[in-house]
């Protein structure tokens, strides 16, 4: 897979006074697990949006590798958006292909611990389950870089933190770019090669800091919460983005 490269010069609501975003430059390297952390309505889902190929309407331009396209996405919502009338199984196959081997759905069922739940229809799963089923869709279209937008918001912590687990361990046996956007340091910590930090409205890029935490020390609370305490001391700013 080649870079991506992010160049959004302005982007304006047509009811609104101000940019939304404005001057924002973004690279994604290949297979890196980045954080985006900023605060409430800064304009993160509008920043997926654009990445998506769901709003055009801005002034800039996405480059994969030398070409001005958007990238094969992969996107989780916040609401793990399941058609009730379909069950798990049936839900993660209308993300394939035709030429995708269904196989693919048995794999990463396995890896989300799920394979006893691909029949079940989702009013019968519990919401850390269902998150789990919208990370499976989205991994079975092979995307080039998977979005995802707060997608553990609504889990109590145990959940979050088993869920989290079972992420990294998908996306370490099937490695993609990653944009994942949380208000939780802890968790950005937990998660991300890379943090970038981004302003209010109109949103820019603030900082970017590489996580130095190695991926077999991210379970322990300790190390991520003594980086984050060297974070917040190192950079002040960072305090009023979360």
């Not at 870079?3 to 430059?25: E, G, H, M, R, V």
């Not at 958007?70 to 609401?79: D, E, R």
Request: proline share 6%.
């Amino acid at each position: 897979m080649t870079d991506i490269q992010i160049n959004i010069n302005n982007k304006t609501y047509p009811t609104a006074t101000k940019p939304s975003i404005a001057d924002l430059k973004l690279s994604l390297n290949s297979n890196e697990f980045i954080c985006l952390v900023g605060p409430s309505g800064c304009g993160k889902t509008t920043l997926l949006n654009i990445i998506a190929g769901l709003d055009n309407d801005y002034d800039g331009g996405i480059l994969v590798g030398q070409q001005h396209t958007h990238p094969k996405i992969g996107y989780i919502f916040q609401n793990p958006r399941l058609l009730p009338w379909r069950t798990v199984r049936e839900n993660i196959e209308l993300a394939l292909d035709d030429n995708q081997s269904p196989e693919v759905i048995d794999t990463l069922l396995e890896v989300m611990q799920l394979t006893q739940a691909q029949h079940v229809y989702p009013e019968r799963l519990s919401l850390g389950m269902s998150r789990r089923v919208a990370i499976i869709r989205a991994f079975a279209v092979d995307p080039e870089v998977l979005l995802m937008d707060e997608p553990f918001v609504s889990l109590d912590a145990p959940t979050a933190r088993q869920v989290r687990e079972l992420l990294l361990k998908l996306w370490q046996q099937r490695p993609h770019t990653v944009l994942f956007v949380t208000h939780d340091l802890r968790e950005a910590i937990a998660l991300a090669d890379r943090l970038v930090f981004l302003s209010a409205s109109p949103m820019r890029v603030i900082s970017e800091i590489a996580v130095p935490i190695a991926r077999s020390e991210r379970h322990s609370e300790l190390a991520v919460e003594s980086f984050r305490q060297q974070l917040l001391k190192n950079h002040p700013e960072i305090k009023q983005l979360l």
